[in-house]
């Protein structure tokens, strides 16, 4: 089946830099790919929405300067937390749409950010 | 606005014993439902769907949900659990003709020997 490779699947950083997250669709296509935050004990919540060679659309609340996405290909878009601080600490994962629906939706296995 | 409600953060179940995990969601207007299956180390896969028609479906692993418009609710069964079902279960609801999924905060199943 399809498959959605995320690295790093951890990574601890000091307060104050910039970590980056790649998210790479193996064996398909994916025109659009979605960044989801998950804190402890709380659901999977929608950061933003990229397309291949455009901008991101992000969701209300989410700052687009500090969460930068890039999705420079039809397999690879990443996640760049820049200037991070603790309260960015948490689960990000990434998914791959094949198709039009959302039944081929494909995750990647996520990433725990802790910022020191 | 939609929402969706799993009350149960963990369930432990015996092996062979029926489970059922709940999920409750909200929204004003029609939607698609999903159950999504995280195993350890791994990411989220989509266990069953109910997008229309027969309100009740399937996984090929045994497991099942039925939808119940009245109740707003889309709760996840299975008969006899196995050891190899330990992974945590996400309720997710869109909304018709939008792509974007709400989640809700999982259930951890675990299968005790």
């Known amino acids: 089946g399809a498959v959605v490779s995320q690295h790093p699947s951890r990574v601890i950083c000091k307060s104050g830099t910039s970590v980056k997250i790649e998210c790479r669709s193996l064996d398909f296509q994916a025109t659009t790919m979605f960044w989801y935050r998950q804190f402890p004990k709380q659901s999977l919540m929608l950061m933003a929405t990229?397309?291949?060679?455009?901008?991101?659309?992000?969701e209300q609340g989410v700052e687009k300067d500090k969460f930068l996405i890039n999705h420079a290909s039809l397999t690879l878009s990443t996640l760049t937390v820049t200037s991070a601080h603790p309260e960015d600490s948490s689960f990000y994962i990434c998914?791959?749409?094949?198709?039009?629906?959302?039944?081929?939706?494909?995750f990647g296995s996520g990433t725990q950010l802790s910022v020191l | 606005a939609q929402s969706v409600t799993q009350l149960d953060s963990q369930v432990p179940v015996f092996e062979e014993a029926p489970v059922e995990l709940r999920c409750n969601y909200s929204s004003s207007v029609s939607v698609y439902l999903f159950w999504y299956v995280q195993y350890p180390n791994q990411g989220l896969q989509l266990l069953l769907k109910?997008?229309?028609?027969?309100?009740l479906v399937k996984s090929i692993n045994g497991f099942e949900a039925e939808f119940n418009k009245s109740q707003t609710s889309f709760h996840l069964r299975k008969p006899s659990v196995h050891i190899s079902d330990t992974a945590e279960y996400f309720c997710?609801?869109?909304?018709?003709?939008?792509?974007?999924?709400?989640f809700g905060t999982g259930t951890r199943l675990t299968i005790i020997p």
């Open positions: 990229s397309n291949e060679g455009s901008k991101a659309t992000y």
């Open positions: 998914s791959a749409r094949d198709g039009g629906l959302n039944e081929k939706l494909f």
């Open positions: 109910y997008l229309s028609g027969s309100t």
């Open positions: 997710a609801v869109s909304n018709f003709g939008n792509e974007k999924l709400t």
